[in-house]
């Protein structure tokens, strides 16, 4: 992906700001970049930047470091990033180097990576706070009590080494909690996107097909438009439906399968999340009828507690009442609700949460609970709702017409000051609207 392409460079200069407004002139901030990932010997997996450095910098390369110093007379944001280098830039593509930090992402000054060692102990040197990832990148987490063990052992001669350690993501990761109107462009992009190629995968299986086939046709669809895959899609066929995190995605599809796709596309970092159940011949049977139907009121159920003010799990809660209460309707349950729903007897046919935050991640960072509680929704939070039954072959005491049948449906959800917004529309969702698609093909 073309990193360097991303909107304004004011809107992670304007984080910094606001992070460092939080924390305070004591403070100092320490974010390294994420590093190259080997895949096989001397090959390399595509470069994915750290989100929590991106949030801060919109930087796309490797070798960086982001030194945030409050109050600094001589600069406050600071990056360590590699020199300009001719010979390498020939093999691996320009770098911005230490004056191109400066005037393309807007920093108050860069140094090169390679006199870290000599800079990074000066700006530690006053400061109290050290914000940090601590147990992300062991050789890192050395390297930074190496930085300050060195101003400790200035400690006679008047240096005053900081003397608290907090986790950074405790304050960076409430900012990236709450989505800002660029955000939800570059959201709504990668969500138009992964719905568009959804309608192509329904349009493209069939029975006979392998089911890499249709996973081909989501990732040419990515690429085609400047996205890539946000995880490694789920394309899964008949009873690999019921195979919660399924990625082998090469069985042949058959009549009377139905096929799931949970398949996201990443735009400019940020990642979308899509879940669609459909039959592969293009007509959902009795029992998968039933079952979806199911999971889509599950669903409806979910979206109505979407509501700021409402607390997070109020959307879970409602979704299991309602695929409990079905479940018994259907015979596959037995007793009354209020047990069921005491004793997590529907765990069986659906063991998952409803929904996770979603921004730069997938499961995107942001805490579930304040004080104990489940945080209410609040405007600008983008979460998923993605209710799902999965009744595996071999279920003990289930009809066998009911057996093998796994459906999920999951929808990008953006809280709004007066409701919700589901991002990922562009897809059908309803029996009708889905067979009506299908019979276009």
Not at 288 to 309: E, H, S, T
Request: proline content about 5%; hydrophobic content about 40%; charged content about 25%.
């Amino acid at each position: 992906m073309n990193q360097s392409t991303t909107p304004a460079m004011t809107e992670p200069a304007r984080r910094r700001k606001q992070l460092m407004r939080i924390l305070g002139d004591d403070a100092i901030v320490v974010l390294p970049a994420a590093p190259p990932r080997i895949r096989s010997n001397d090959t390399h997996y595509g470069y994915r930047q750290d989100s929590d450095f991106w949030y801060l910098t919109g930087f796309p390369e490797p070798e960086a470091v982001l030194v945030l110093v409050p109050g600094r007379a001589h600069g406050q944001a600071l990056l360590f990033c590699r020199d300009r280098d001719p010979a390498r830039e020939a093999w691996d593509g320009p770098r911005a180097g230490t004056e191109g930090a400066v005037a393309g992402f807007g920093f108050d000054d860069a140094y090169p990576i390679a006199d870290i060692d000599e800079i990074l102990p000066g700006l530690l040197e006053g400061r109290t706070r050290v914000h940090y990832h601590f147990g992300r990148d062991t050789a890192f987490d050395l390297k930074l009590i190496g930085w300050v063990n060195h101003v400790r052992a200035q400690v006679k001669q008047g240096a005053r080494p900081p003397h608290e350690f907090l986790e950074l993501g405790h304050l960076l990761h409430e900012l990236r909690l709450f989505k800002s109107r660029d955000e939800l462009r570059l959201m709504r992009r990668a969500a138009e996107i992964a719905a568009q190629a959804h309608v192509i995968a329904m349009r493209t299986a069939k029975p006979g097909m392998f089911e890499y086939e249709v996973e081909a046709a989501i990732l040419h669809h990515f690429r085609r438009h400047d996205a890539q895959l946000a995880y490694e899609s789920i394309v899964g066929a008949g009873a690999n439906a019921c195979v919660l995190h399924y990625v082998a995605n090469d069985a042949l599809m058959k009549d009377g399968d139905l096929l799931l796709i949970d398949a996201g596309a990443e735009y400019r970092n940020y990642a979308s999340d899509i879940t669609r159940t459909f039959p592969v011949n293009g007509r959902y049977s009795k029992e998968q009828r039933a079952i979806y139907q199911l999971v889509l009121d599950a669903q409806k159920a979910a979206l109505a507690q979407a509501l700021p003010g409402r607390p997070y799990d109020a959307g879970h809660n409602a979704a299991v009442a309602t695929l409990t209460e079905g479940l018994l309707k259907l015979g596959l349950l037995k007793g009354t609700l209020e047990k069921n729903l005491e004793s997590g007897d529907y765990k069986r046919f659906y063991m998952h949460k409803t929904g996770h935050w979603l921004g730069l991640d997938v499961h995107d960072v942001g805490e579930y609970r304040l004080a104990g509680e489940f945080r209410q929704l609040e405007p600008g939070m983008v979460f998923t709702i993605e209710p799902g039954l999965y009744i595996a072959p071999g279920s003990k005491g289930v009809p066998s017409r009911w057996q093998g049948i796994g459906v999920r449906i999951e929808d990008d959800v953006l809280v709004t000051k007066t409701g919700h917004e589901v991002i990922t529309d562009g897809v059908p969702r309803e029996v009708d609207e889905i067979e009506a698609l299908l019979a276009e093909r």
